[in-house]
C-alpha cells in the first residue's frame, strides 16, 4: 500500500507538470504556421499539441507549487497562455512577413488577382507560392524539432508561474513586428526595383512617343518579367527567410 501511495503521488505531480507544460505548449501550438494553420483539423491540432507536450514535459523543471490548488491553476493558466501566445506569435510574424513581402511583389508587378483565393487567407499568386514554399522548406529542415527546443528554451526565458513586465513584452513585440516589416521589405526590394524601372521606361517611351498605346505593351512585360525575377530570387528570398527563422528560434528575446 505504501509503494502504491507513492506511486499514485509520483503520477498526480506528473499530471499536474504536464498540464501547465499543455497550457504554454497548445497555446503556441494553436497560433503557430504548419501546426496550428486553418486547413489543420482540430483533432490534428490536439494531438500534435499533445505530442509536443509528452516531449517538453519531461525536460522542464517542475512547478514551484506541487499542489493542483484552484487559485495556483489559474495564476499559470494567465502566465503560460500568455507566454505560450506570445512566442508562438513570433514565429507567425516571420510567415506573415513573408506573406507580405509576395502581396509587395505581386502588387508592384501586376500579379495580384493570379490564384488568390486558394487557401482560406486571400493571397495572391506569388505570395502564395513563397508561403507554401517556405512552409515546406523549414518544415524540411526540422522545424519540428526546432520549436520542441524553443518551447523547453522558453522556461528559461519566461519562467513559468510568473507574469513578464509589460513594458518588456511591449518592447519586444514592437520590435518584433518592425523586424517583420523590414523582412518583407528587404525580401520584395527586387521586385520594386523592377517595378521602379519600369515605370520609368514606360514613361520615357510615351513620353517620346505619346500616340504609342504604352499600356499595352508594358503590361506583358512586367508580367513576363516579374515572373522571371520570381524563379531566379525566389531560392535566395526563402534561404534569406528561413536563416531568420532560425535565428528567431535559436533567440526569441533578440530582435530582429
Request: hydrophobic share 60%; aromatic share 6%; net charge negative.
Amino acid at each position: 500500500m505504501t509503494e502504491l501511495a507513492e506511486l499514485l503521488r509520483l503520477g498526480e505531480a506528473a499530471l499536474w507538470q504536464g498540464a501547465l507544460v499543455f497550457l504554454r505548449v497548445g497555446a503556441m501550438a494553436a497560433v503557430l504556421p504548419g501546426f496550428g494553420g486553418e486547413a489543420v483539423p482540430m483533432r490534428v491540432r490536439l494531438t500534435l499539441a499533445l505530442a509536443f507536450t509528452a516531449i517538453v514535459g519531461p525536460a522542464v523543471p517542475a512547478p514551484a507549487s506541487a499542489e493542483p490548488e484552484l487559485g495556483v491553476f489559474l495564476r499559470y493558466l494567465a502566465t503560460e497562455t500568455l507566454a505560450g501566445l506570445a512566442l508562438g506569435l513570433g514565429v507567425r510574424l516571420l510567415v506573415l512577413a513573408l506573406q507580405t513581402a509576395g502581396s509587395i511583389a505581386a502588387n508592384v508587378t501586376s500579379l495580384s488577382q493570379l490564384l488568390g483565393g486558394a487557401q482560406a487567407e486571400p493571397l495572391p499568386a506569388i505570395g502564395q507560392v513563397l508561403t507554401i514554399g517556405g512552409l515546406a522548406l523549414a518544415m524540411m529542415a526540422g522545424l519540428h524539432v526546432r520549436l520542441a527546443e524553443l518551447m523547453i528554451l522558453s522556461y528559461t526565458i519566461l519562467p513559468a508561474g510568473l507574469f513578464p513586465e509589460a513594458a518588456v513584452m511591449s518592447d519586444w513585440g514592437v520590435a518584433q513586428v518592425a523586424g517583420a516589416f523590414w523582412l518583407a521589405f528587404t525580401l520584395a526590394a527586387p521586385f520594386v526595383m523592377l517595378s521602379m524601372l519600369y515605370n520609368l521606361t514606360l514613361g520615357a517611351i510615351n513620353k517620346a512617343m505619346p500616340q504609342l498605346m504604352v499600356a499595352f505593351v508594358g503590361a506583358p512585360v512586367i508580367t513576363l518579367g516579374g515572373l522571371a525575377l520570381l524563379a531566379a530570387s525566389a531560392p535566395l528570398m526563402l534561404s534569406v527567410w528561413l536563416e531568420a527563422l532560425h535565428l528567431f528560434l535559436g533567440n526569441p528575446a533578440a530582435a530582429r
